[in-house]
């Protein structure tokens, strides 16, 4: 929406986090594959990730997010206005998470949504979010990120069961008070020509589950990593840049920036493209590897409550996955 047709800004006004109890290391996978620990470490900055036990679901680790956005905000289930939770691991293919975290948190007048947009899923979900607060058709909206990779790993596949964990993180949004915090700008992005180089094959309608497609372990995640890593380093630099210099900003400009976090190498040269102070990246891949949408949130959240971000500080967001999509997010931070 062009800025002269906005009601209103879309603030973020409170944040928060699940990660489950149960820390998987890398000397814990060593014993599954053949991997090492300085292998994971050099190749992705990846220590150690949390897994839910096999009988919990995804929408356990969103309903924590949500109830403990409404206690930090002071709010009730009543107050939220929308759910959207961005997902690939729904607990069924219907109907939506969204719908049981907004039973869950007994928000009783939201409506609910998933959206699926892999590791993109957080930066598409909050732009998305925003805009129902933007044209004024709602007051406050919940947007959580919330992924159990465990479920989608081959523990016989060692280019890929060592990147990835679960949890869950969100946001609630609502109107700026002041009109200057909240979301300033986006870019998003989508192309589906490479679907197959990051995919879960079977289990939709193109391949539903047989005992065949279970014997082929294809209901787990496949990667070319060698092709999604060059797409992640031009994608996440060149979004990211292209945002903030189209808003008149450098990188020196941003008080945080938080990528998603897949590979610590893809992140140190998006953040070296943007000319931008280390400590102004947050980073916790070394210990929660890369938990698809819920990545930003988790350590948005982390950022948060670390009390790293005042209030007028610039934050950019930026995601790049399956789809393959990208794209970018640019904050004000405050009420
Ligand atoms: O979040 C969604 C988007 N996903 C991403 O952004 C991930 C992008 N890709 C990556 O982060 C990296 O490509 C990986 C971390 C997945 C792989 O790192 P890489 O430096 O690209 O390694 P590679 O795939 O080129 O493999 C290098 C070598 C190969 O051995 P040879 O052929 O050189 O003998 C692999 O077989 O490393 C081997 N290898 C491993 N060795 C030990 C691959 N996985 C492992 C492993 N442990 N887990």
């Given at each position: 929406m062009a800025e002269t047709e906005k009601k209103f800004r879309a603030a973020i006004t409170a944040t928060a986090r699940f990660l489950p109890d149960k820390v998987v290391t890398n000397a814990d996978i060593e014993k599954l594959v053949d991997t090492s620990d300085e292998w994971i470490r050099t190749r992705t900055g990846i220590v150690e990730r949390r897994f839910l036990e096999e009988d919990e679901p995804t929408s356990k680790m969103a309903i924590a997010v949500g109830a403990d956005l409404l206690r930090k905000r002071g709010l009730s289930g009543d107050d939220i206005d929308l759910i959207i939770v961005a997902t690939?691991?729904?607990?069924?293919?219907?109907?939506?998470t969204a719908c049981l975290v907004q039973h869950g948190i007994g928000a009783n007048r939201a409506w609910a949504y998933d959206l699926s947009a892999a590791c993109s899923g957080f930066v598409y979900a909050i732009t998305a979010g925003a805009q129902f607060i933007e044209t004024g058709a709602h007051r406050r909206v919940m947007v959580i990120g919330a992924d159990k990779m465990s479920m989608l790993l081959d523990f016989t596949d060692r280019t890929t069961c060592v990147l990835f964990g679960d949890g869950a993180g969100g946001v609630i949004l609502e109107r700026s008070e002041d009109g200057a915090a909240g979301l300033l700008d986006f870019e998003l992005y989508a192309d589906g020509s490479s679907v197959d180089c990051l995919y879960v094959k079977a289990g939709g309608s193109r391949a539903p589950a047989t005992h065949q497609t279970v014997d082929a372990r294809e209901h787990y995640v496949r990667q070319e990593g060698a092709t999604v890593f060059k797409f992640a380093v031009s994608k996440m630099a060149e979004v990211s840049v292209s945002l903030i210099e189209r808003n008149g900003l450098t990188g020196t400009d941003l008080k945080l920036f938080v990528p998603h976090q897949a590979n610590k190498r893809i992140i140190d040269a998006a953040a070296e493209r943007m000319d931008l102070p280390k400590d102004r990246v947050v980073l916790n891949i070394d210990r929660c590897a890369n938990t698809t949408a819920a990545t930003i949130p988790i350590a948005l959240s982390e950022a948060d409550d670390d009390g790293r971000l005042q209030s007028g500080d610039l934050l950019l967001m930026t995601g790049v996955g399956g789809g393959l999509t990208w794209g970018s997010a640019l904050f004000r931070w405050g009420h």
């Open positions: 690939i691991t729904p607990d069924m293919v219907f109907p939506a």
